[in-house]
């Protein structure tokens, strides 16, 4: 993260699946959208109850409007800084971005991204979840329909290489 980047859309309870051949389960985190770099932050400093909070205040945020630039108060540039500082959580320029779009299913909507990073050639679907089962595994049980359009349109503009 450069120290002049600012958060464009800050997403939270996102769940990321893997789109591999063997691929199972998925990973709760948040993912954020800055002026040069899209995040996956699914290591957080962040407070439980902040979270909570504020995936409260998401929800029903989703249910008026399907919106998906929106932030949200108490996290900020300095707390992406540190959460960036964790090898797990990961950092994509837009230019290293192959593929990006979005598609919408019965049960909500998706944003699809095929990228490259550090040599690795991953694909990822992303979801909002509104609602968690927590035994055996936390797992999504209900999904948010969303406008994904904003944000892909966003990484679209910035990218300096168009394939």
Do not use: C
């Not at 899209?38 to 439980?48: A, G, N, P």
């Not at 192959?98 to 690795?120: F, H, M, N, P």
């Amino acid at each position: 993260m450069e120290p002049d980047e600012k958060i464009q859309a800050h997403l939270v309870s996102i769940w990321r699946e893997a789109k591999k051949f063997f691929s199972v389960g998925g990973r709760e985190g948040m993912l954020i959208l800055t002026d040069k770099h899209l995040m996956f932050v699914h290591k957080t400093e962040s407070k439980k109850k902040w979270w909570g909070a504020v995936r409260q205040r998401q929800t029903i945020h989703f249910l008026k409007s399907k919106d998906v630039m929106i932030t949200h108060d108490g996290y900020d540039e300095k707390s992406l800084q540190n959460d960036l500082e964790n090898e797990k959580n990961v950092e994509i320029r837009f230019d290293d971005i192959l593929e990006i779009s979005s598609e919408e299913k019965t049960w909500g909507s998706i944003l699809l991204i095929e990228y490259v990073k550090d040599g690795k050639h991953e694909k990822h679907q992303y979801s909002i979840a509104q609602d968690w089962v927590k035994y055996p595994a936390k797992e999504p049980t209900k999904y948010m329909k969303a406008d994904w359009g904003p944000f892909v349109q966003y990484i679209k503009e910035k990218q300096k290489i168009t394939r």
